[in-house]
Every structure is written in C-alpha cells, then in structure tokens.
C-alpha cells in the first residue's frame, strides 16, 4: 500500500512539473508543445514507477 501511495504522490508532483514545461513551450511554439507535453506525461508514469520502488 505504502508503494502505491509514493507512486500516485510521485505522478501529481510529475504530472504538474509536466503541465508547466508544456506551458513554457506554448511560448514558443503551439505545436511542439504538445509533443513535449505527451512525452513528459507518459515518462512520469514509467520513472515515477521506477522512483517509486526505489523510495519505497
């Protein structure tokens, strides 16, 4: 149970942390920014799984 909460703790603070970069970008160029955004959303979800073991 321990893990599955660090997991879902790790995700919202990545899934933020993601949204922000996503934003920056929109600056910049619209488009990319949702590449960006994409590839950061789906990144958290298979670190954070790896960062979470490791803490837990």
Sequence with gaps: MK???VYVGI???GE???YG???AV???SE???LTVFLA???SV????WKLAVRVA
């Design 40 to 42: 950061l959303f789906f």
């Design 26 to 28: 929109e600056n910049f």
């Design 11 to 13: 995700v919202i603070v």
């Design 45 to 48: 979800f298979f670190f954070g």
């Design 16 to 18: 933020f942390i993601a």
């Design 21 to 23: 970069i996503g934003r």
């Design 31 to 33: 488009p990319l920014s």
């Design 3 to 5: 893990l599955i909460a």
